[in-house]
């Protein structure tokens, strides 16, 4: 599956880790079996709970096990207990979630989980701070949440519970902080386009609220996304944010500055005449070329162009 | 590189390893353990496409597998109330969509399908936002299990359990600036996404043929969509689920069939697609998800599923692959033994419903 390693091992080293292999399986057959017959006879008990964390620890994808763990905290765990002890518990659960991410950032049993848990805590400390245990618990996830995108910027299970917690929690900090955040992750590396697409998300509250003025914000963009252009004009994420930008203005006098500015990372003069058939010319003529630099989409290219000349016939 | 110079697909050796993780998988893969459904898919999906599950299957195991997949169907809900499901339950809507294909494999005649439970069991997943959960009131929710319940219902061919003007409008969110699908709104387009959203809009009942503009799909999502996927074949001739990310065998299925849905396959570099694949081809069988990786049997099923919608005229036999339905993932005559066993009303006179 994604991620497995080839290792070489000698004979010797390989009788070895068959053993190790078989011994494994066993154990965790073993325990798998117990922990399902014991689901099966409803078994509640602070035993089963343990049994649970140690086979979540060899297999966090075992979501039958997620749900059992979740049913043993509702019908007998938090029941008799106060709101501080049930708070512990699932503090213990976080942590635990936290740990198993680092190894397997990717499972959606364990983001699952911890999203449970965030959505249980109770009440308290006091009838006066009832969402004392909420706001401490919440604001510590988007200390674990950049973590895992420290750890891998690109995880998008990562991003989507960032979105989460950022829409969810009850003091979230302001959306131009999350600005900053997309810029330090995009300074960090242009091609990371889970940043950029996170920035677009982001630009477009603020455009909403109106925090950000939307026509000096876009200039302030373009500006952005050209230092990217002509640092890497090979980056695929920057072409597609632009295109974004493109999207959300109708400038003419925009559009003019960015074909002009393109041509001249294409090495080309810029144009000054933009009547209908010099378009359909330079069109047609980028095409051609594209043709040859990008072999993979030449039936692409191929049909645009068609299209082009149909509709121009047309008229 | 030409069709014709390109590598023979190992067919005995692929066969040979999905044969091998039908018995047993290391310890390495303690972590899909609970996924046994959807690996015994896989390798069963293999067998299919090579054309053979006789062959290399004896009677007595096809009987053993469909026993064992019997025995994952929830008779009833857990819980003290038979009627309603309770948020522990632990039917999967993942693994009861590969269940049903892996016994159409295996030819099974469905009478112990109970139908009426499954429709009770997608009313119970799916949740205000039109998306659905993996098991009732529960679990994670994404256009995965949107994708596996409109198939299920599909094949089925009883849309009781779904809300369907809901889970459209829920994929439709889903739809992102860049083209393709994310897998939530707001989320980044993905391959596999893309695809179950793009099928589910395209099983959604009233929608009729694949090659006709569905009414669920805007213009200018289509074209963004298809400009989307088409960036995404590398110039090694594979395809990446993402923008800047590096091609892996199994997105030529996800970003390949979604072309194909669209009725634009025509556009992909049919060479250089099936070039890729080749090298990722495992030299003791299976296919991996980059050349020089580890096969597995994931890999392997949607590498060959890929080739099937996209054959090239002038390949080795050995390339030659039955056609693949590619709303429901599965060769074309095992969605025609779907359709005649599957539903509870079957009118065997009629021609099928070519998708």
Known sequence: MHGVKRVQYSQAALEAKKQRDHDKLKAYLALSDDVIARKKSHDMSNEAFELTTRLLRMNPEFYTVWNYRRDMFIESLFPQRSPSEVNELLSDDLSLTFELLKQHPKVYGIWNHRRWCLEHIPDGPSPDDVNGYRNSTWNKELFVVEKMLDADARNFHAWNYRRYILATMPFPPPPKSELAYTTRKIEANFSNFSAWHQRSKVLTTLWETGELDRVKSIEEEFELVRNAMYTDPDDQSVWIYHAWLIGNGNYAARLQFEITSIQELLDEQPDSKWDKKALVDSCLELLAKLRDIDPPRRRRYDEIAEGIRSGNEMQ | ?355
């Open chain 2, 1 to 355: 590189m030409s069709g014709s110079e390109l590598p023979k697909l190992a067919r005995v050796a692929h066969a040979g390893h999905c044969n091998r993780c039908l018995s047993a998988l290391p310890s390495s893969h303690i972590q899909i353990d609970a996924s046994r459904l959807a690996i015994g898919f896989y390798c069963f999906g293999t067998l299919d496409l090579l054309g053979s599950i006789y062959e290399k299957t004896k009677e007595i195991e096809r009987e053993g597998w469909r026993e064992w997949l019997w025995h994952q169907q929830t008779n009833r809900p857990y819980g003290t109330d038979p009627e309603e499901y309770s948020e522990y339950d632990t039917p999967h809507l993942i693994m009861t969509y590969t269940a049903i294909l892996s016994l159409a494999i295996l030819r099974d005649d469905f009478e112990q399908l109970d139908r009426n439970g499954i429709v009770r069991f997608l009313q119970a997943c799916q949740r205000e936002d039109g998306s659905f959960t993996s098991f009732p009131n529960g679990g994670e929710s994404d256009l995965r299990q949107v994708y596996c319940a409109f198939a299920i219902s599909s094949m089925l061919d009883d849309w009781s359990g779904v809300d369907v003007d809901r889970a459209v409008s829920f994929i439709q969110q889903c739809s992102s600036h860049e083209g393709g699908y994310g897998q939530q709104p707001t989320g980044e387009a993905l391959g596999g996404t893309t695809y179950c959203a793009l099928a589910s809009l395209y099983l959604a009942p009233s929608v009729s043929d694949l090659h006709a503009p569905n009414p669920h799909v805007t213009t200018d999502e289509r074209r963004r969509t298809i400009r989307w996927l088409l960036q995404n074949q590398a110039s090694s001739g594979g395809f990446s689920g993402r923008t800047n990310k590096d091609a892996d065998a199994c997105y030529c299925f996800w970003c390949g069939a979604s072309l194909h849905i669209l009725g634009v396959g025509d556009l992909v570099d049919r060479t250089a697609f099936l070039s890729y694949l080749a090298s990722c081809q495992f030299k003791f069988g299976g296919i991996g998800k980059a050349p020089e990786d580890r096969p597995d049997p994931y890999h392997t099923y949607l590498s060959l599923a890929a080739l099937a919608l996209f054959p090239l005229e002038d390949a080795d036999p050995s390339w030659k692959l039955p056609r693949l339905n590619a709303l429901w993932n599965t060769t074309e005559d095992t969605a025609d033994w779907i359709r005649q066993h599957v539903p509870l009303y079957t009118v065997k006179a009629q021609s099928p419903v070519r998708k």
